[in-house]
């Protein structure tokens, strides 16, 4: 392998620039799903949320990029993402919170289901995979731009990476500084004292489900409207369980989610970095490409490994995962 | 409400319920599920009854088609059949997908060694062995992870399937790539390697493995020690530790046991549907694999008649393809709709029964 190729600032600036987008869609659905275990629901479901958000989106996106509202087609596009996520975060809260059925059984089910919906919508509008979104496009920020490197890298990006960073303040401020977070963790936590306290548990976590599913719509919108402008059967690669992953990693912390998904978004560089490298035919082709496409995957299990211990996951929200029964303390 | 309901609606575990609603919440799901597939075909712009009846003749029409939704019904019902073991004790292998492909490949590499060494009752033998015990293996992989550093089985098993799959991209298009040629796919299996058909039929051997492994099943979980304690555990873990039940081992034995009957299915499919060794040998029976085992209410005989079910719809659906241009994926909406309406009936029982009383 050929050093001289990776060792230079156009390849790493490259480098960190896709890791900072491709840490988006997986880090929108982490902050959702960190909202909605806060109140003490588990939407393992998340994947399946994202695949209906994507290709939600994607169709919205597509169809309206020819017509009258084609300038903010691509918004739109996102926006249906996001509520089409909330639709899915409806079945979901229905299962979990109004039948207090088993969250485990409903969220693989859901992932089932997702996967069913958005690939049969998908096939059904398009008999071809060519149809391509306009995407949305680079916002340079005005002089810090052009700081070198950490300008190139931080600061020419399409309008969602602005707008990811601002979700991550504002999901933690939301969490830790607003009444509602003191809600939903309240809930999440002892949803009998919550409920002695005026709290209607129901309503909380329907809210902080439906919070979290547009996220996760949302972000799956983001990598199919923006970052890879197409829809296919299995385009969200897993990220709705790397978000479910990563949400432990996180310690259900709004500013560690950051931290995990730029770990898996740089994964995702790396291998996206160097397969292109060994396309030009430029040596770097000694590691099979299927092992580089690993490396998210493996860096998941990894993670959680370096955040574990024997007793397992202390700082889950108490309830997590548990329906609440009236009168239950 | 006594502590033991209470503990019952704190775990959301669903106890016994009424063979009423055992029976009955499936013929709902399975007819609500079929309302909204006809749904979705009047949206698509076709006739649901002609859709329905070309589904109908596609999976049951003639000695071939039935043969074919056989075929089809057997991975499916390996899958549903261990993931019924690993469920009953609450350990949520979804990674049957990649121990359904490095079955595939354990397997495979004894049929692409040893095809013209071995009699053909070794062989054949040796590669199903091959494949459960690949299965089994790469599950352990989770069981391992799980008791020794309590990472959850649904996240890692999750991951292994990526991992699993993109390994046997790599094994097909590098050291096992077919001498010689262009794709990325092993050598094709020798004649010896492939399962042995039934006179004067398509049904090979390994549907009959699967239906063996339906009393092997229910043996185990009624009639064996090691069933009690999967079931004691399954239904509250703390009973059955101050029972003395060693929880570890169970883990690792419902993942491997899930594992090894995955890896079954994936040697029997790929040495009769694919007989090479390459990437999407697996029609996501993973993940329906999960559906099958909960349609059928975590009971071999009921996972039985959900994996035929099953299979039915995805042979059907081919056949609406062919007719009506209807995408094969609503067969997946369908069955997951299905599901749904299982637990949603299966949850609103279970409420009434805990409040009403």
Known sequence: MDWSLVLNWAFVIALFTAAIRLAVPVLLATLGEIVTERSGVMNLGLDGVMVVGGVSGFLVAYFLQGGPLAGISQWLGLLAGAAAGMLMGLIVAVFAVTLRADQVITGVTLVVFGHGVGNYIYRQQFSSLTARTNGLPVFEVPLLSRIPVIGDILFKHDATVYITVLLVLLVWFFLSRTTWGLNIRSVGENPGAGETSGLRVAAVRYGATLIGTALAGFGGAVLTVVQLRMFREGIMGGRGWIAVALVIFARWKPELALVGALLFGLADAVQYRIQALSQVGRGAGTIPYEFLLMLPYVLTILALLARSNRRGQVQAPEVLGRPYVKGEL | ?357
């Open chain 2, 1 to 357: 409400m006594t502590a033991v309901k209470i503990e019952k609606a704190r775990t959301g575990q669903s106890g016994a319920l009424p063979w009423l609603i055992t029976l009955g919440a499936p013929l709902i799901g399975v007819a609500a599920g079929l309302f909204i597939g006809a749904l979705l075909i009047l949206l698509a712009g076709a006739d649901p009854i002609k859709a329905y009846t070309a589904m109908m003749n596609g999976a049951f029409g003639g000695k071939r088609q039935i043969e074919e939704t056989l075929l089809k019904t057997a991975p499916l019902l390996l899958m549903g059949l261990g993931l019924t073991a690993a469920f009953r004790a609450r350990v949520w292998n979804i990674g049957g997908e990649g121990q359904y492909y490095i079955g595939a490949l354990a397997g495979g590499a004894i049929a692409l060694n040893f095809a013209d060494q071995w009699p053909r009752f070794i062989l054949i033998v040796a590669m199903l062995l091959a494949g459960a015990l690949g299965g089994a293996l790469w599950a352990a992989l989770a069981a391992f992870l799980k008791i020794r550093r309590g990472i959850n089985e649904i996240i890692s098993t999750l991951m292994l399937n990526y991992i699993a799959i993109l390994f046997i991209e790599y094994m097909a298009r590098g050291p096992m790539q077919e001498p010689g040629g262009y794709l990325p796919e092993s050598a094709q299996f020798a004649a010896a390697a492939r399962m042995p058909a039934l006179s004067g039929s398509r049904i090979h051997i390994g549907v009959l493995v699967a239906l063996l492994m339906i009393p092997v099943v229910y043996a185990l979980l009624w009639s064996t020690p090691l069933g009690f304690r999967l079931r004691a555990v399954g239904s509250r873990s703390s009973v059955a530790r101050y029972a003395g039940i060693k929880v570890e081992r169970l883990i690792l034995f419902a993942l491997m046991f899930s594992g090894g009957l995955a890896g079954l299915a994936g040697i029997i499919e790929v040495s009769s549907l694919h007989t090479r060794l390459k990437g999407g040998i697996s029609g996501d029976y993973g993940f329906s694999g999960i559906l099958v085992a909960l349609l059928g209410r975590m009971h071999p005989v009921g996972v039985a008649v959900a994996a035929l079910f099953f299979a039915a719809l995805t042979i059907g659906a081919q056949s609406m393809h062919v007719l009506y241009q209807l995408p094969v994926t609503l067969a997946g909406v369908v069955q997951a709709v299905v599901v749904l309406c299982v637990l949603a009936a299966d949850a609103i029982a279970h409420g009434k029964l805990h409040r009403g009383q």
